[in-house]
Every structure is written in C-alpha cells, then in structure tokens.
C-alpha cells in the first residue's frame, strides 16, 4: 500500500509543481471574473470617452428635452445637414431628428453621423438618452406629469419556492448552476483523463516502465497515476472555487454597494448579473458540494482508469486516437442532450442518464439542481456508479497489465477484448 | 551440492500465440554464482526473467528463492535492469533514484543515505541536481545502474547489459558485477552474445524455443560437449601429424592444428601414437569448444551429450 502512495505522491507533486498548472489555476478565475467584470465595466466607464452631438432636430421640442451626462453634451447643429457633416471633428456627431419621431407611437429610427466609430456603451447611452428626451416630449404631449408616470412605472416579481424542496432557487439560477457544474465535470475529466492517459504513453515511451514493473505490481501503478492526478484536479478545483469566492466577494463588495452611482438600464443589467451569481454561489450547500465531489471522483476515477488503459495499449500519443473515441463519445453524448435535460429533468432520458453510470457524473448534477431528486434515486445511482468504476478499473487494469509491455504493433479491439478476457 | 538461491520447476507461459513463450522450463541457480540465461532473441529468456521479477505470473510451474514461493513481496530482494531502459525525462537523478528505491520498499530516509554513497562512489555527486534529459546516454546507463542495484538486491538480474554500453561503461559495469558477486550477490545474465559472458559466468543455461536445451557448469558444459578433437602446437613439420591412425585434420598451420579423431579413440593409445611422431609437440590438448558452437550444435538437433 506505501507504494501506491509513493506514486500518487510523484504523480500529484510532478503536476502541482508544473509551470502549466499553476498559469491554469490563476488565470481560469481571472478569466471567468473577466466574463463577469467585462459588462459592468463597459457599462460604468462610458464617461471615459467624450463625444459632442450636434442635434438637426426636425421635430417641434425633441431636442430641447435631451439630456446631457456621461460624456456626452447636445448641442444644436449650426449649420445645415451636409455642411456640420463635414465638418465633425473627431469626438463629435451629428444627429438628426426625423419628424416621424413626433408620432405618439411606434419605433423610430434615427440617424448619426459620427467622425470615428463610437463605443458599444456610448452608443448604448446615447440610444438610452433619445429614448428618454422622446419620453419626455411624449408626456408633455398627452399630458402626463411626472408622478403619474412613476405610478405606471410597475414593479412586480415572482418569489417561486416549490413545496417541501430544501432549495429555493429560481429555475434559472438553478440552470445556470446544474449547466456550470456539467460543464466542469465534463472538461475536468476529459482533460485529467487525458493527462493520465499521456502520462501513461510517456512512461512507455521512456521504457521506464519495465523497471517500475519489476518493483510494483501494474494496478498499483496505474491507480497510482490515476489516483494522483485526480488528487492535483481536485487542488486545482478548490483552488478556483476559493479564487472565484474571493474575486465575486470583491466584486459584489465593490458594485454591490455602491452601484447608486451609476444609473441607466445597463448597470441595473450587470448589478442582476452579479446578483444571480451570488444567488448561486449561496446555493452551493455543502450537500451540493459533496454531491459533486462525489460525481466529479467517481466519474473520474472510472474515465481515469480508461484513459490509462488507452495509453497502455498504444505506443505514442499519435496512435491513441482510435481508441480514445470509445472513451470520449459517452462523455459527449450528455453534453449534447444538456439543454434537453435542464428542460425535462424528470424525463425518461434525464433519469435514465443520471443512473447510467457512464453519464451519470454528468447528468445527475443537473437534474439535482433542475428538480427534487428522490433520495433512493441519489442512492441508486451513486452506488451504480461506484459499481461503475470498479467495473471500468477492472478492465482497465487488465488491459493495463498487458499493454504496458506491448511495444511495436499496435493491438485492434479484438485483441483488447482477448486481453480483458484472458485469465 | 551448493545451495541453490533461486528454482524454477517446470514454469509454463504462454501468450496469445498457440506456442508457449516458456515451455517446462527448470533451472537451479546457485546462491552467489554469476549465472548465464543464453539464447536467441526470442528464446523466451524475457518472458523467464518476467516470471522472476513477478512482472507477470507463469501459467503453471513454481518459482522457489531460498526454497521458499516466490511471493510479490521478494522483490525487493530483487534488481532488474531491463533489456528496455529507461528513467523519467524531466525527473532529477537524485529525486529519481530516490523515487525507484522507494518503490523497492525502503523508507525515505534509507533511500536517499544509498543513493548519495553510490553517487559517491561512482563519483558522479555533481549530477545529482540535473534532470535526466540533461545527461549523456553514458550517464544515463551509469544511473541507471544505481537504480537496479542501490537497494543491494541479493539477487540482481541483467537482461543484455551490455548492449548499447561504451567500452568504459562496459568495464565499469563488469568492475561492479564482480564487485557485486565477491559480495555475494547472485547475479543472472540474459544475453544472446554468448561470447561476452562466456568468461563471467560459472553457469549456463542455454534455451532456445521457450525450452532448456541445457544447463550445466560452464566447465561441466563444455566439456560434455567435447569431441575428439585435440588441438597441436609444435615446432617442426606439421605433415607428420598425418601418420596418426584415424586422424583427420580438421585446420593446419605451421605451427598449429586442428585433429579429429573418431568417437572411442583410446587416449592413453593416442598419446602413445604422438610420442612416436617425429615433431617436437609443446602443446597437445583437448579442445573445448566454445558455447556458440555448443548451441548450434544442440539447435541443430546433433547427437545429444553424454
């Protein structure tokens, strides 16, 4: 048994010391916070860029109910259309004002000419500014004050709670959580699978493995490898989701609070984004956690030990295609059916797939989160799937033991079925 | 009767293939002796070493060390140097060896006490930090060495040491197998460049076909093998040698030669019948012949030895 740790100790130290794994640990969050950060920013930095529109308006008033703010100042145009056209400067555009937009209903459109591109948030601003000049001057048309606009400016919302469920989410956040956690599941096995499966090609390639047979028997070499680059995927997992707790905290922290600065559709948009997040993250219960653990391991360790036996029975990484497919396809497949699923979580094919233990670490995260998994079905299908992988370690290792001292031809399906059979 | 460090009885292994790989092998090998596993590649002496090194099981037979089953956890008792070598590219020497020996099952600490005093010894401590990759094949054989032999194996085996080595390392690696066997270490060689271990080992095993075509003594095993066939140096005419009854020259020189005589000849008749010759013999033996020779002769299905 010490041996066994003695690899998974070479194994997990090798990859967690990697240049490679520590970039990927502390730019995933920096990517996934961009994604987040990326909208807030976009829509609280229009002031940056400066922009001087010059108004031909052809209505009677539109253009005295505009607003200035954010950077941009209305001016009335000076000249005619041509000449202020050509005579904008960088920073200044010209915006005409149909007659059309004197009707009290419809969408209008209206034209601007600009010197250079304007920004995506400018551009949003100066849309959001034409909406409300417009509004104004439709009030003061039908005579609407003020405050009885605000009376028809309703708010409602839905709280849904379904009936004796523990969780409380809104579909969506509920969605978003299951399809994130999938989506997880997913990459870290085909990319840890993947890492195992190289690294049992490379230990054939170097020939060491003759030697490290001689010292330890092949299962404990491949659980091993198997067991401590799972070992490095869980530190890097826990890595991003203490990084990603950090960078929302300061996230919410900072445009939480203090978004009362900062008005107009958008901000509202990206305050909901950063709110939902929060939701979800608040929806990570330890019972959660522990689920996906136990998916995320147990999905892994049984593709881990395929993905071991594929590298045992090829030569080179080049010739591992052929026989990576088998392994790959079941773990696409609940990929391309996930939208299906989030939908009908207690469909036929949800509930078959959150037991099948070759998609189950995929699927049952979803469902848990979409709908109230019964918890004999929990049961069932983490026992099938602890059934699963011990299965696929079975076979796997009986591969394993006969592919690592294979070197030349490389073997076809029927001799790897001959070599899981053989006694 | 010495005593016998490792036995196989009647091992069996068969691979996909309908003939077996090893076909009711027995061997005896003594404890200490430098023993030869010869034969052609593919002889079945990888599938044999496997078998001992509990890489794989055999199909049927036993393997007994010191007259006891030989379970998975003698190997620590064991080193290996494969045919096929290799270590981890991108590992350091040190962390290497060290990595190798605990997996033999000894402790940290006692790991890296026997790496550093072979580094030392073979005065290579400046390596210690680099990485594999880093070295030059020569290098790389010499830690390679360490590795199979650090944990003072009592049995070491050695599948074709020697290929691929440069004549120092080859040297250096023979200093240490003596070294190793005047300690006590049994040592086996698996090679099919019999002519390399022919002054090595004490005893043979040839096999060919997954079958023991024989074992025995160096000594024992050549002369077993030997015919009537005496070689001569002398000075004076060589034609003289002709008068012998039933003679027939087999290689002439001027000063040497090469003579069968046929099977039953009486020696002591022989000697009487040189005697006679008018040439003045300084040296007048029977010929051993050497193992190459002894294999073709058995592979080639010739009169079994006595």
């Given at each position: 048994m010490h041996k066994v740790w003695t690899i998974i100790e070479r194994e997990y130290l090798t990859r967690v010391k990697s240049k490679a794994f520590i970039l990927s640990t502390l730019l995933m969050p920096v990517?996934?916070?961009?994604?987040?950060?990326?909208?807030?920013?976009?829509?609280t930095h229009v002031g940056e860029q400066k922009l001087t529109v010059y108004v031909l308006d052809q209505t009677e008033g539109i253009g005295e109910e505009l607003k200035s703010g954010d950077g941009i100042t209305f001016l009335?145009?000076?000249?005619?259309?041509?000449?202020?056209?050509?005579?904008?400067?960088?920073?200044?555009?010209?915006?005409?004002i149909p007659k059309i937009f004197e009707n009290l209903s419809g969408r209008n459109t209206a034209p601007l000419a600009a010197n250079e591109k304007l920004s995506l948030g400018?551009?949003?601003?100066?849309?959001d500014r034409l909406k409300e000049g417009t509004r104004r001057f439709r009030m003061k048309r039908l005579g609407i004050s003020r405050e009885d606009f605000e009376l028809l400016n309703v708010g409602a919302e839905i709280d849904e709670t379904t009936v004796g469920a523990e969780e409380q989410l809104s579909a969506e956040v509920a969605s978003m959580v299951g399809y994130v956690m999938s989506m997880l599941i997913y990459f870290m096995l085909v990319f840890y699978g993947m890492f195992v499966m190289r690294g049992v090609i490379e230990e054939k390639a170097n020939r060491i493995v003759e030697v490290m047979a001689s010292s330890v028997k092949p299962f404990q070499l491949m659980m091993g490898k198997v067991i401590g680059i799972g070992a490095a995927g869980l530190t890097q997992f826990i890595a991003w989701i203490l990084l990603f707790l950090g960078i929302s905290t300061a996230v919410s922290l900072i445009f939480g609070g203090g978004g009362a600065s900062v008005s107009g559709a958008d901000m509202a948009q990206a305050r909901d984004q950063v709110e939902m997040i929060q939701q979800a993250l608040?929806?990570?219960?330890?019972?959660?956690?522990?689920?996906?653990?136990f998916y995320f391991l147990g999905g892994y360790l049984l593709y881990g030990s395929l993905f071991a036996a594929v590298g045992s029975a090829v030569d080179q990484e080049t010739d591992a295609q052929q026989f990576t497919w088998p392994v790959v396809m079941p773990l696409i497949i609940p990929m391309l059916v996930l939208a299906n699923i989030i939908q009908n979580p207690n469909g036929p094919l949800s509930v078959f797939m959150s037991h099948f233990p070759l998609f189950s670490s995929n699927v049952m995260m979803i469902r848990y989160t979409a709908t109230d998994v019964p918890a004999w079905e929990l049961a069932v299908s983490m026992l099938l799937l602890i059934g699963g992988f011990l299965g696929a370690t079975w076979v796997a290792a009986r591969v394993y033991r006969v592919g690592i001292l294979m070197y030349g031809k490389k073997p076809s399906f029927a001799e790897l079925?001959?070599?899981i059979f053989r006694s | 009767m010495t005593e016998n460090f490792l036995q196989l009885r009647n091992l069996t292994k068969r691979y996909s293939t309908a003939k077996p790989a090893v076909d009711g092998v027995s061997l005896s090998i003594p404890t200490g002796s430098i023993y030869g596993l010869l034969g052609p590649n593919g002889a079945g002496k990888t599938s044999l070493i496997r078998m001992i090194t509990c890489i794989t099981g055999p199909d049927s037979g036993e393997i007994l060390i010191k007259g006891k089953s030989l379970t998975p956890e003698d190997v620590v008792r064991i080193g290996y140097m494969p045919e096929e070598r290799g270590l981890y590219k991108k590992m350091k020497v040190f962390e290497q060896l060290?990595?190798?020996?605990?997996?033999?099952?000894?402790?940290?600490?006692?790991?890296?006490?026997?790496v550093k005093s072979w580094l030392d010894r073979l005065n290579i401590q400046d390596w210690a930090g680099k990485e594999i990759r880093e070295l030059s094949k020569g290098m790389q054989q010499k830690v390679q060495f360490?590795?199979?032999?650090?944990?003072?194996?009592?049995?070491?085996?050695?599948?074709?040491?020697?290929?691929?080595?440069?004549?120092?390392?080859?040297?250096?690696?023979?200093?240490e197998i003596r070294a190793l066997s005047a300690k006590g270490t049994t040592i086996i060689f698996s090679t099919h460049r019999m002519e390399q271990v022919e002054e090595l080992c004490d005893k043979i095993a040839l096999i060919n076909q997954g079958k023991v075509l024989l074992e025995d003594s160096l000594q024992q095993a050549r002369e077993s093998f030997v015919k009537n066939i005496f070689s001569f140096r002398f000075y004076?005419?060589?034609?003289?040698?002709?008068?012998?009854?039933?003679?027939?020259?087999?290689?002439?020189?001027?000063?040497?030669?090469?003579?069968?005589?046929p099977e039953g000849t009486d020696r002591r008749q022989l000697f009487r019948e040189i005697s006679k010759l008018d040439l003045e013999i300084i040296r007048f033996e029977l010929h051993l012949p050497r193992l190459q020779e002894i294999f073709i002769q058995l592979v080639k299905g010739s009169p079994a030895h006595a």
């Open positions: 990517l996934l916070g961009a994604l987040v950060l990326i909208p807030i920013l976009s829509a009335p145009a000076l000249y005619d259309e041509q000449i202020q056209k050509d005579s904008l400067k960088p920073g200044e555009a010209l915006l005409i400018l551009k949003r601003s100066l849309t608040q929806a990570f219960n330890l019972k959660m956690i522990l689920l996906f653990l079925f001959k070599w | 060290v990595y190798l020996l605990r997996l033999k099952g000894l402790a940290r600490k006692e790991a890296e006490n026997k360490i590795a199979t032999v650090a944990h003072e194996p009592e049995l070491l085996i050695l599948d074709e040491p020697f290929s691929g080595l440069d004549p120092i390392n080859t040297q250096l690696i023979e200093d004076g005419d060589g034609e003289e040698l002709r008068k012998i009854p039933g003679g027939k020259i087999l290689e002439m020189t001027p000063t040497e030669a090469l003579i069968e005589f």
